[in-house]
Each structure stands twice: as C-alpha cells, then as structure tokens.
C-alpha cells in the first residue's frame, strides 16, 4: 500500500484505505495521511482546471484570428468572388440535401418493399413504366418540333407576303410618280408651246402694224414724191 501512495496512485476507495490503515498504523496515522492525500487531489484539480482554462482561452484566442484573418481576405475579394464562392456554396448544400433527401428516400422505398421477389417485381414494373415515360416524352418532344416548324413556316409565308405586299405598294407608288411626272411634262410643254404661240403671234402682229405703216408712209411720199429731195429716207420707226 506505502509503495503504491508513493508512485502517486490514489484510486482505491477510501473505505478500504481506511480500515487497512486503521488496522495497521492507528487513527491518528490515517488522518494525516487522509488529509494529505486530499490535498494532493485538489492540487492536481485545480492545476487541471487552470490547463482547461488555458487551452480554451488560446482556443478561443485562434479562432477569434482566424475569423478576422477570414473576413480581412474576404474584404479583399472582389464583388465577383464573392458571389462565385456563394453561388458554389448554394450549389454544395443543394447538392449535399439532394443526396440526403436521395438517401432517405432509398432507405424507405427498402423499408416497403421488404422482401427480394417484391423488389424484383417492382424493378420490372419501373423498367415498364420507364419505358412508357420514354415514350410519351419521344411523342411530346415530336409534336412540339412540328408544331415549331409549323410556327416557323407560317412566320415565314406571312413575312414573305408582307414583303410582297411591300413591293407591289412600291411598285404601284413609283408607277403614280412616274404617271404625276409626265403630267406635270406634258402641263409643262403645252404651258411653252402656248406661250411660244403666244409670243409668235405678237411678233407677227408687231411686223404687220409695222407693215401697215411703212405702206402708209410709203403712199403718202409716192403721192409726194415731186416735191421731196433725192436723198431724203423716210422714218418709219
């Protein structure tokens, strides 16, 4: 017993430390040694509450660090980043809920289909259903494909008609500027033509009063003629 208080060990239960001490050394031997051994407990109690102590604080101290470390490089960090690094997280926890939901959903579609043959028919039956599923998808995605094409084509005749439409109104409209064009030549040469007529008949006019009056002058100086001088021009102007 002395060797093993030595060492340090102090696991035995007090009842038998008591009465082997009693019996050996007396009451007042055992006491002492009680006391001492309690205290030597609580020592090592309190060193051990003091190094819990200590490694919490330093632990606390690290990650208090570490997180300002976290959020001065985060403030770092681009707009962009930070939104890539949410986007990733969003899409990891979707993902891990996935194959959580997946998992669970496993366990219990095992849970009602207990027995081997159940499942067995129950794959037959899933390949049959995936089957028709197929199926109806092919004929769904045909039906939109020729629906789209038939959206298409009827686009394309209707612009092909606008279009069309578009021409023939060019068409009519340049033939009308054309038809107003050779109105407004044909108004414009008869407007010369008459005026051309106009001025040649005033010329003529002109050359016939003039006429007129050369025969008069003419007349008169023929009926004088024995009276005027050889050399004298009659004004006719």
């Known amino acids: 017993m002395r060797i093993l208080q030595q060492q340090g060990e102090r696991t035995l239960p007090s009842?038998?430390?008591?009465?082997?001490?009693?019996?050996?050394?007396?009451?007042?031997?055992?006491?002492?040694?009680?006391?001492?051994?309690?205290?030597?407990?609580?020592?090592?109690?309190?060193?051990?509450?003091?190094?819990?102590?200590?490694?919490?604080?330093?632990?606390r101290e690290e990650e208090k660090q570490r997180k300002e470390?976290?959020?001065?490089?985060?403030?770092?960090?681009?707009?962009?980043?930070r939104k890539r690094r949410r986007t990733k997280e969003e899409k990891k926890k979707k993902k891990n809920k996935k194959k959580k939901n997946q998992k669970k959903n496993k366990?219990?579609?095992?849970?009602?289909?207990?027995?081997?043959?159940?499942?067995?028919?129950?794959?037959?039956?899933?390949?049959?259903?995936?089957?028709?599923?197929?199926?109806?998808?092919r004929r769904k995605r045909k039906r939109r494909r020729t629906r789209t094409r038939r959206r298409k084509k009827k686009k394309q005749k209707k612009k092909k008609k606008k279009k069309k439409k578009k021409k023939k109104k060019k068409k009519k409209k340049n033939r009308n500027k054309k038809k107003k064009k050779k109105k407004k030549k044909k108004k414009k040469k008869k407007?010369?033509?008459?005026?051309?007529?106009?001025?040649?008949?005033?010329?003529?006019?002109?050359?016939?009063?003039?006429k007129k009056k050369e025969n008069k002058v003419n007349q008169r100086l023929f009926k004088m003629e024995h009276i005027l001088p050889t050399n004298f021009k009659p004004n006719t102007k």
């Not at 081997?116 to 259903?129: F, L, M, R, T, V």
């Open 191 to 210: 407007k010369k033509k008459k005026k051309k007529k106009k001025k040649k008949k005033k010329k003529k006019k002109k050359k016939k009063k003039k």
């Open 15 to 59: 009842t038998v430390i008591k009465g082997w001490k009693l019996a050996t050394f007396g009451s007042t031997y055992y006491d002492e040694q009680e006391a001492a051994c309690f205290k030597h407990h609580k020592e090592d109690e309190e060193k051990e509450q003091t190094r819990r102590r200590r490694k919490t604080r330093r632990t």
């Open 107 to 137: 366990t219990r579609r095992i849970r009602r289909n207990k027995t081997k043959e159940k499942q067995e028919e129950d794959k037959e039956e899933q390949k049959k259903k995936n089957k028709k599923k197929r199926r109806r998808q």
């Open 69 to 81: 470390e976290e959020e001065g490089q985060e403030e770092k960090r681009t707009r962009k980043e």
